[in-house]
Nanobody, 125 residues
Framework: QVQLRESGGGLAQPGGSLRVSCAAS????????IGWFRQAPGKEREFVAG????????WYAESVKGRFTISRDNAENTVYLQMNSLKPEDTAVYYC??????????????????WGQGTQVTVSS
């Protein structure tokens, strides 16, 4: 089994920055892609960013491209999401997810096999 634990959420002002982390434990050898998703109240969970096992390839939702950066430290089994130029519409619970395969750059909830519990990010003045 694989366990994922997010941390680093909190409150930021519009235009500010936050970094959230996702620490993986357990059978991490089965993990390929890692993705970040978010879910705002009353909305469906949506893809934010993804990264390959090596960290050599990343992909982003259009809404965060140029503002968010996903990175991966395999030695620490940790994936980071650096969020800059935050907007109120970025407010959501942020989840990390891990996939046991790597056939494509996954952007759907169904493509990921393991999920963390989420961390709240609130952007407000």
């Amino acid at each position: 089994q694989v366990q994922l634990r997010e941390s680093g959420g909190g409150l930021a002002q519009p235009g500010g920055s936050l970094r959230v982390s996702c620490a993986a434990s357990g059978r991490t050898s089965v993990i390929y892609h890692i993705g970040w998703f978010r879910q705002a109240p009353g909305k469906e969970r949506e893809f934010v960013a993804g990264i390959t096992r090596s960290g050599g390839s990343t992909w982003y939702a259009e809404s965060v491209k140029g503002r968010f950066t996903i990175s991966r430290d395999n030695a620490e089994n940790t994936v980071y999401l650096q969020m800059n130029s935050l907007k109120p519409e970025d407010t959501a619970v942020y989840y990390c997810a891990a996939a046991r395969s790597a056939f494509a750059q996954y952007t759907t909830v169904a493509a990921y096999d393991y999920w963390g519990q989420g961390t709240q990010v609130t952007v407000s003045s």
